[in-house]
């Protein structure tokens, strides 16, 4: 069965809370889109300063959240739960729910998703793109549906705190890992071991 596709548009002052009440739905299968500071972000990240017209021709105001439902968690019942947290976070947004096939969730996501610098020692790289580590620790990944890209912002915050904890011998205990990332991370930093466990197979 297809699923559905929910844009939400918000005020990109708005975004990240956006983002986190979007999680509170699904914890997979969500990215976001955010040009409100697209020529330092893609200096940052993707070190280049030639961007696409395309790119370049967004809407600076907006952002939009899109997260994927499984026919059997109700989108209609899940839209209504977003409209209704975003009104009492005052977040004044649009909702768009759309069908789309498997195919398209399954993987349209990785082209937002980029490597990434986190802190002052971490390269995450998907695993499917290249990029020079630069004295950089990396971690690359492919995460699949898991949480743990290191996009959001509780993950980034994990991994620089990793980053100034790990000094060499540690031994780490990742409870809800996900994807595993901040259990990789830290075993990159010089951990001696990690146990990564989580509910979700």
């Keep these: 069965m297809d699923w559905t596709e929910i844009k939400i548009t ?3 002052k708005d975004i990240d809370t956006a983002g986190d009440i979007a999680n509170m739905v699904v914890p997979y299968g969500i990215y976001i889109e955010d040009y409100s500071d697209l020529e330092r972000e893609a200096m940052e990240i993707a070190h280049i300063d030639l961007i696409d017209e395309d790119l370049l021709a967004k809407d600076r105001t907006k952002g939009i959240v899109h997260i994927y439902i499984d026919p059997q968690d109700h989108p209609q019942e899940a839209a209504a ?3 209704e947290r975003l009104a009492a976070a005052g977040i004044e947004n649009e909702i768009d729910l ?3 096939k498997n195919a398209d969730w399954e993987n349209n996501w990785k082209q937002f998703y980029k ?3 986190i ?3 971490l390269l995450v790289i998907p695993a499917w793109e290249q990029a020079d580590p630069k004295g950089r620790v990396t971690l690359t990944l492919n995460p699949g549906l898991t949480f743990g890209t290191g996009s959001h912002a509780t993950t980034r915050l994990c991994l620089t705190a990793l980053e100034s ?3 060499g011998g540690e031994r780490v205990l ?3 890992c996900g994807s595993g990332i901040l259990s990789i991370a830290a075993l990159r930093l010089g951990a001696k071991s990690a146990f990564a ?3 979700d197979e």
Aim: net charge negative; hydrophobic share 30%.
């Design 10 to 12: 918000v005020d990109t």
């Design 81 to 83: 739960f977003l409209t």
């Design 98 to 100: 759309t069908q789309c």
């Design 115 to 117: 490597p990434m610098e």
């Design 119 to 121: 802190g002052e020692r």
């Design 165 to 167: 904890r790990i000094h």
């Design 174 to 176: 990742d409870l809800g």
């Design 197 to 199: 466990c989580d509910i």
